[in-house]
């Protein structure tokens, strides 16, 4: 019997086993994208990784996934409460370049990270400006529909039409409407948001549009509305973002769909829950924010960040520190080596008692640290070789830490030295102590110091020995 995929639905609030709502079609993945008016740190790409897994999960478990991200750049706004200024032509000015020229590179840039992260690449990456006029059509019907109305900045959904409005995060909207005073500007109650807004009288933007209420340009929820519906249909399988995404941006996405189509958009709602640095939440607006290059300049493998994502359950918060990530890279440099250090056999299949194992952890609403545990005992256990190598190849799929495409750094093992390490750690296995020691002199004779490690070994040039 396969143990069923179990994956958490933050819409029901519970574990819920997934089934998908095609059962020959592919899976439809809807992941909202980065908003580029900077780079991405690397609390954006736990997210980014935490889909990412999901997405392997979702093959693990034989589903061809179709998915979609957008990017945005364009709408977004320096508050959720739709006031402030369009976060684009404010990057724009800071980097004394256009918003389309900063759009253009900060897109490239988060493509060049998802690659050196390997994470897999979106069926559809769809630009918000790219469409623009789907964005229009969505609001004509919800105006058509009643469920907006115009103020003098702006085109409003008017969230007092639904009952279940911030049903997916359990808003309190009394609360809302009489607690803290926010300024809401002239919207009618503090949920209510911008679908359209005009581009002031006085100046020009850079990045504006006709529209049937005038020039002006989309907010930020609708995109991911429109392009949704427009790639997957009116209601698909799975929704993904970051935790900050359920009171605001998810549940303005549901708002809107639910007024145009009548479905509450996804079947699951899943969010990665932040990483945080020193306590604090890493965002962008706060500053000081990590990108991947910091770490590679620091000499990092990008995947060692990926090694450290995999320790912590997407849906808990993970503390970003220096020690993790050696930890981490160190990890990895050793589940490579150990890997590495495998006779290889291409005959030889997974064995499919650890495959069960794996299955069953990455099956529990995706529990990579307990996956990552198998592979580890995997490895240090003593299956023979070629099924490890085998199996863990197959792990692999789902980690995505590269391990067969891995070369250890280059430092010329002569082809007898390798040979002599690979005795002496079969002489190990086979409890044959004298032999062992033996080879170790043979080796050391040759200038080579042999370090054993539970999964493997490693070789290293005997200092001021030529
Ligand atoms: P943004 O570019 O700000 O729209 O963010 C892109 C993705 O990263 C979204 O899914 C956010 O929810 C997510 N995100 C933002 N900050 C963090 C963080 N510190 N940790 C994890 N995910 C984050
Ligand atoms: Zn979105």
Same mark, same amino acid.
């Given at each position: 019997?396969?143990?069923?995929?179990?994956?958490?639905?933050?819409?029901?609030?519970?574990?819920?086993?997934?089934?998908?709502?095609?059962?020959?079609?592919?899976?439809?993945?809807?992941?909202?994208?980065?908003?580029?008016?900077?780079?991405?740190?690397? $609390?954006?790409? !736990?997210?980014?990784?935490?889909?990412?897994?999901?997405?392997?999960?979702? !093959?693990?478990?034989?589903?061809?996934?179709?998915?979609?991200?957008?990017?945005?750049?364009?709408? %977004?706004?320096?508050?959720?409460?739709?006031?402030?200024?369009?976060?684009?032509?404010?990057?724009?000015?800071?980097?004394?370049?256009?918003?389309?020229?900063?759009?253009?590179?900060?897109? @490239?840039?988060?493509?060049?990270?998802?690659?050196?992260?390997?994470?897999?690449?979106?069926?559809?990456?769809?630009? *918000?400006?790219?469409?623009?006029?789907? @964005?229009?059509?969505?609001?004509?019907?919800?105006?058509?529909?009643?469920? #907006?109305?115009?103020?003098?900045? $702006?085109?409003?959904?008017?969230?007092? !039409?639904?009952?279940?409005?911030?049903?997916?995060?359990?808003?309190?909207? /009394?609360?809302?409407?009489?607690?803290?005073?926010?300024?809401?500007?002239?919207?009618?109650? /503090?949920?209510?948001?911008?679908?359209?807004?005009?581009?002031?009288?006085?100046? #020009?933007?850079?990045?504006?549009?006709?529209?049937?209420?005038?020039?002006?340009?989309?907010?930020? %929820?609708?995109?991911?509305?429109?392009?949704?519906? @427009?790639?997957?249909?009116?209601?698909?399988?799975?929704?993904?973002?970051?935790?900050?995404?359920?009171?605001? %941006?998810?549940?303005?996405?549901?708002?809107? #769909?639910?007024?145009?189509?009548?479905?509450?958009?996804?079947?699951?709602?899943?969010?990665?829950?932040?990483?945080?640095?020193?306590?604090?939440?890493?965002?962008? /607006?706060?500053?000081?924010?990590? !990108?991947?290059?910091?770490?590679?300049?620091?000499?990092?493998?990008?995947?060692?960040?990926?090694?450290?994502?995999? #320790?912590? %359950?997407?849906?808990?918060?993970?503390?970003?520190?220096?020690?993790?990530?050696?930890?981490?890279?160190?990890?990895?440099?050793?589940?490579?080596?150990?890997?590495?250090?495998?006779?290889?056999?291409?005959?030889?299949?997974?064995?499919?008692?650890?495959?069960?194992?794996?299955?069953?952890?990455?099956?529990?609403?995706?529990?990579?640290?307990?996956?990552?545990?198998?592979?580890?005992?995997?490895?240090?256990?003593?299956?023979?070789?070629?099924?490890?190598?085998?199996?863990?190849?197959?792990?692999?799929?789902?980690?995505?830490?590269?391990?067969? *495409?891995?070369?250890?750094?280059?430092?010329?093992?002569?082809?007898?030295?390798?040979?002599? *390490?690979?005795?002496?750690?079969?002489?190990?296995?086979?409890?044959?102590?004298?032999?062992?020691?033996?080879?170790?002199?043979?080796?050391?004779?040759?200038?080579?110091?042999?370090?054993?490690?539970?999964?493997?070994?490693?070789?290293?040039?005997?200092?001021?020995?030529?």
């Amino acid at each position: 019997m396969p143990v069923p995929l179990v994956l958490y639905d933050n819409y029901e609030r519970s574990l819920r086993e997934f089934a998908p709502l095609a059962p020959e079609g592919p899976v439809g993945l809807y992941t909202c994208g980065p908003t580029v008016y900077d780079y991405q740190h690397i $609390g954006n790409y !736990r997210t980014f990784l935490f889909e990412d897994t999901l997405k392997r999960v979702l !093959r693990w478990n034989g589903y061809r996934v179709r998915h979609v991200m957008n990017v945005t750049d364009v709408g %977004h706004l320096t508050s959720d409460a739709d006031t402030g200024e369009d976060k684009m032509e404010k990057g724009a000015r800071r980097a004394g370049r256009s918003a389309w020229e900063i759009a253009a590179l900060y897109t @490239q840039a988060f493509i060049d990270d998802l690659r050196a992260l390997d994470i897999l690449p979106p069926d559809v990456l769809s630009r *918000a400006t790219d469409h623009i006029p789907e @964005q229009i059509a969505f609001i004509v019907d919800l105006e058509r529909g009643g469920y #907006t109305y115009r103020t003098p900045d $702006g085109v409003y959904f008017d969230t007092s !039409r639904q009952a279940d409005y911030g049903y997916l995060a359990r808003l309190d909207k /009394s609360g809302l409407e009489a607690g803290k005073r926010v300024d809401i500007g002239d919207k009618k109650r /503090s949920t209510d948001f911008a679908l359209w807004k005009f581009s002031p009288p006085s100046s #020009t933007r850079q990045m504006e549009w006709d529209s049937p209420w005038g020039r002006g340009f989309p907010g930020w %929820h609708i995109e991911c509305s429109a392009m949704a519906q @427009q790639y997957l249909g009116d209601f698909f399988d799975i929704h993904c973002g970051g935790e900050d995404h359920i009171p605001v %941006h998810h549940t303005n996405e549901i708002a809107q #769909t639910e007024a145009r189509v009548g479905t509450r958009l996804a079947n699951f709602w899943m969010h990665g829950y932040f990483l945080i640095a020193n306590d604090a939440k890493m965002a962008k /607006s706060a500053g000081e924010f990590l !990108r991947v290059q910091a770490l590679v300049d620091r000499g990092y493998d990008p995947l060692a960040f990926r090694y450290l994502c995999l #320790t912590g %359950h997407y849906r808990t918060q993970l503390n970003f520190t220096w020690e993790a990530l050696d930890a981490a890279a160190t990890g990895l440099a050793r589940m490579r080596a150990g890997f590495h250090a495998l006779a290889a056999d291409d005959g030889a299949a997974g064995d499919i008692d650890w495959v069960a194992r794996f299955t069953a952890h990455v099956n529990d609403d995706l529990n990579t640290p307990r996956a990552l545990a198998v592979a580890w005992d995997l490895l240090r256990g003593d299956a023979p070789d070629a099924v490890k190598r085998a199996t863990l190849a197959r792990f692999d799929d789902v980690l995505g830490l590269r391990l067969a *495409a891995w070369r250890p750094p280059r430092q010329d093992v002569p082809a007898e030295i390798e040979a002599l *390490a690979q005795a002496r750690r079969n002489a190990r296995r086979a409890k044959n102590w004298s032999e062992a020691d033996r080879l170790r002199a043979e080796l050391r004779a040759a200038g080579w110091e042999m370090e054993d490690r539970a999964e493997g070994y490693a070789l290293k040039r005997r200092s001021g020995v030529a």
